[in-house]
C-alpha cells in the first residue's frame, strides 16, 4: 500500500501506527448507523499535519422571485468571471422575466458586446434564457441595437437549433427598426441547412418581405452559398431553375452552383449550368474556369484539365491564383506533389502573386508527406511574402508535426507565426505541451506554458497532466508536486495515471517525506483516484521496531 512506505509528515513525529488506536477509539465510540468513510476523512484532516487553504465564504446579493424565496449561496466570488456571474443566475431558476432581469441589474459586472457574446455563445442555457438575457442586455446603454449585435444571438440560437427563437428574433429586429444585412441571412440559412431543415431555410427565402427583405440577386446567392457548402448542390440546382423567371442572376449565382458539383467532380453537371450561364449572356471568368478545371481533376480527367489550362495560357489570358490552385490541387490529389510544385514556380514566373490557399495546399502536402523541411522552407517563404498566417492555419500544420518525430520542426513554426503576430489557438498550445512532455523538454514547456498564459488562455485539466508529466520525464519532481497542488487548488483533479506516476517516482527517489506530506496526497484520496486504507497500513518505523 502506498502509505505503508511513508516514513514521516513534514510538521510532525507522529506515525501512522501511534495513529491507529486513535482512530480505533473513535470509530467504536460511533454508532453503526452514523459511521461513514467522511467521519474517517475529518479524523484524518484534524490529527495529520496537512496544510489547509481557507475558504472564503460570500453571500450572494438576496433577489426576490414571486414566492418572496431569498437565495443565499456560498461561492468564491473573486473566482468567477462576469461571463459566469451573469450565466450563473439563470441557475437559480427564478419566477418571471422581472425577477431575472432585477437578478442581473444587481450584478456588478460591466456589460459590453464581447461580454453578451460569451455568455450567449458559452454554456448551455436554453433558448428562453438566451432570449431572455438578451433582451435584459439591449436595454443598458453600453450595449447598441445594431445587426452586429442581433448577429451574436442569432448565431447562438441557430447553433444550439432553437429555430424558433431564432426566427422570433428576425421579426424583433424589424420592430427594433434594424433590417437584417447579408450577414445575419446567412447566419440563419446555414442554421437551418446545417440541420438538415432545407425546405425550412427555402421557405423562409421565399418569405423575405415578412422580415423586411426581397427576394432578390443579393439574397439568393447568399442562400445558394450556403446550400453548397453544406454539399446540398442538389437543392441548390433545384432552387437555381426555380429561381429562374423571378429573380435576375448574376455571374456569381451560376459560379456559386458551379463551384458546388465540382467539388463532387460532376462534369456533366457543371457542363450544364455552363452552357445555361453562356444562354443568359454570361461570360465564364477565371473563378468559372478554376472550378471547371478542379472538377476535371476530381473526376479523374487530369489531362483534359491540363488541356483546358494550356489553352487559356495559349489565349494569354491573365490568370489569377485560383486557376493555378487548382491545378496544384489536382496534382497533391494524384500524389504528384513535385508536379504541383512546378506550378507553383509557373505561377510566380507568370507573375501571378499566390494567395493563402497555395500555401495552404502545399505545405499541408509536404507534411503529410513527411517532407518537413520543403514544409518549413515553403512556410518561410510565405511569411516573407507577407500573407497573413490564420490561426487555424498554424494549428492545421502543428497537427501532423506533433504526431511524428521530435518537436523542433513544431517549434519552429511556432515561433515564426508568433513573430508575424499570429494569434496562436489553445489547440496548438496543447499540441506543443503534450509533444514537449512527452520528449521531456521541460524548459521549453514551461515557456510555451508561460506564453499560453500571457496569452489570456486559462489552463485546464489537460494542461496541467502534460505540465506534471514532463517534469516527472526529467525527475523534478519537487515542481511536479508544486503543479499538482495548484491544479488542486483551482479544483483540477488529473487522471489516475498521472498521479500513479507522480507517487511512483516519488518513492522511487526516495522523497518519502514529500510523498507524505504532499498536499495533494489527501485531495487525491477525497477525490477517490487513489484508494487507500488507513486503518490497515503500518509505518515503515513501526517495521523497523519489530525488526523486520
Known sequence: MLVSRFVTSRSTSLSLSSLIPVFSHSISSLPCSNFDESHVLNQLSDLLPIRHTPSIKKTLPAFSSNRNNHLEVNVLDELLTPEHKLRGIFLHKLNGKSAIEKALTSLDVELTVDLVAKVVTNGNLDGTSIVTFFNWAIKQQTVLINNDTYCIIIKALGRRKFFGEMVEMLKEMKNQGVVPNLETLNIVFDSFIRARRISKAIQLFSGLEDYG??????????????????????????????????????????NTVIGGWSRFGRVKEVERILKAMVDDGFEA???????????????????????????????????????????????????????????????????????????????????????????????????????????????????????????HAALMIYKKARQAGCRISLTAYKLLLMRLSRFGKCGMLLNIWNDMQESGYPSDMQVYEYVINGLCNIGQLENAVLVMEEALEKGFYPSRLICSKLNNKLLGSNKIEIAYSAHFLKEIVKAGLLKINVLSCKSPRSKDRNGT
Do not use: W
Not at 220 to 248: F, I
Open 213 to 254: 427583405l426581397r427576394c432578390n440577386t443579393e439574397t439568393l446567392n447568399v442562400v445558394l452559398t450556403c446550400l453548397c457548402r453544406r454539399s446540398h448542390v442538389g437543392s441548390a440546382s433545384s432552387l437555381l431553375v426555380k429561381m429562374k423567371e423571378k429573380v435576375l442572376f448574376d455571374v456569381t449565382t451560376y
Open 285 to 407: 471568368n477565371n473563378l468559372t474556369y478554376s472550378y471547371v478545371v478542379e472538377c476535371l481533376g476530381r473526376a479523374g480527367r487530369i489531362d483534359e484539365a491540363v488541356e483546358i489550362f494550356q489553352g487559356l495560357e495559349e489565349k494569354r489570358c491573365v490568370l489569377d491564383a485560383e486557376i493555378y490552385n487548382a491545378m496544384i490541387l489536382n496534382f497533391i490529389a494524384q500524389g504528384e506533389i513535385d508536379e504541383s510544385v512546378k506550378y507553383y514556380e509557373r505561377m510566380l514566373n507568370r507573375g501571378c502573386e499566390p494567395n493563402v490557399d497555395t500555401y495552404m495546399r502545399l505545405i499541408s502536402a509536404f507534411l503529410k508527406a513527411r517532407r518537413v523541411a520543403d514544409a518549413l522552407e515553403m512556410f518561410d517563404e510565405m511569411l516573407s511574402q507577407g500573407v497573413i498566417v490564420t490561426t487555424g492555419a498554424v494549428t492545421s500544420f502543428l497537427e501532423p508535426l506533433c504526431s511524428y518525430g521530435p518537436p
